[in-house]
């Protein structure tokens, strides 16, 4: 596997059911971040992690919980999920350098559907 | 914050004729304007990024010019192809640290 790889490519979900996405990323980075991605909107980036550490949450419902067990994988557990929680999530990965804007590698995505 | 916009949202350009989409920024602080490009069932992918030292930068066919007075980047593709044909996405970084905020994406369609 090379890259930015994501499991499940699609979910379909029920709103009590839980569920998790994961990433991995082959590259050696040490950030990874969690996009949603909806029709017709700006990319939003959910969470932000570097070297292992959350390092931004941006004001996402708690029903969405991050996990970064090391450099290399990234989870999204999910729980409680609305409808409007149906969307393309796009993880991504970069290695900070101490300088800004550092390229983003990003995987797949996962589609989910929530019913 | 950072607030980024694209037009047109939709672009249809036959193959081989040049395509344009521009993107305006708010953040006069913003040095870092890059551009990705995203084929279907795939993730984003940068394709070229432009600081605002420069304000041309080409590579192929693909090319950015950037205007900072006005606050506003463009993304040019001469000769288009049909592999083109993809959502484009500018961003510029947010206010006071090195995170991106993206536009809503521009849908390019090439005609054979």
């Known amino acids: 596997e090379t890259g930015v790889t994501q499991t499940p490519r699609h979910l379909v979900m029920g709103m009590t059911n839980k569920k998790s996405l994961k990433c991995e990323q082959h590259?050696?980075?040490?950030?990874m971040y969690w996009y949603k991605q909806s029709a017709k909107k700006p990319l939003e980036l959910m969470f932000v992690?570097?070297?292992?550490?959350?390092?931004e949450n941006n004001s996402v419902p708690s029903r969405f919980s991050p996990e970064c067990p090391n450099s290399s994988h990234l989870f999204l557990h999910l729980h409680t999920l609305q409808p409007e929680d149906s969307a393309l999530y796009l993880c991504?990965?970069?290695?900070?350098?101490?300088?800004?804007?550092?390229?983003?590698?990003f995987g797949p995505g996962t589609r989910l559907t929530v019913l | 914050g950072e607030n980024v916009e694209q037009h047109p949202s939709t672009l249809s350009v036959q193959e081989g004729d040049s395509a344009v989409i521009k993107c305006t920024y708010s953040?006069?602080?913003?040095?870092?304007f890059p551009w990705y490009k995203q084929e279907l069932g795939k993730g984003p992918q940068l394709i070229i990024d432009?600081?605002?030292?420069?304000g041309e930068k080409k590579d192929q066919r693909i090319a950015v010019t950037l205007n900072k007075t006005a606050k506003h980047f463009s993304l040019h593709i001469t000769e288009t192809q049909p592999e083109d044909s993809a959502v484009y996405f500018c961003?510029?970084?947010?206010?006071?640290?090195?995170?991106?905020?993206f536009g809503k994406g521009n849908q390019v369609v090439v005609i054979p």
């Open positions: 991504a990965s970069s290695q900070e350098k101490g300088e800004p804007y550092n390229e983003q590698f």
């Open positions: 590259l050696g980075h040490n950030a």
């Open positions: 992690y570097s070297l292992e550490e959350r390092v």
């Open positions: 953040d006069s602080a913003s040095n870092y």
């Open positions: 432009i600081r605002s030292n420069v």
């Open positions: 961003a510029a970084p947010f206010y006071g640290n090195n995170r991106l905020a």
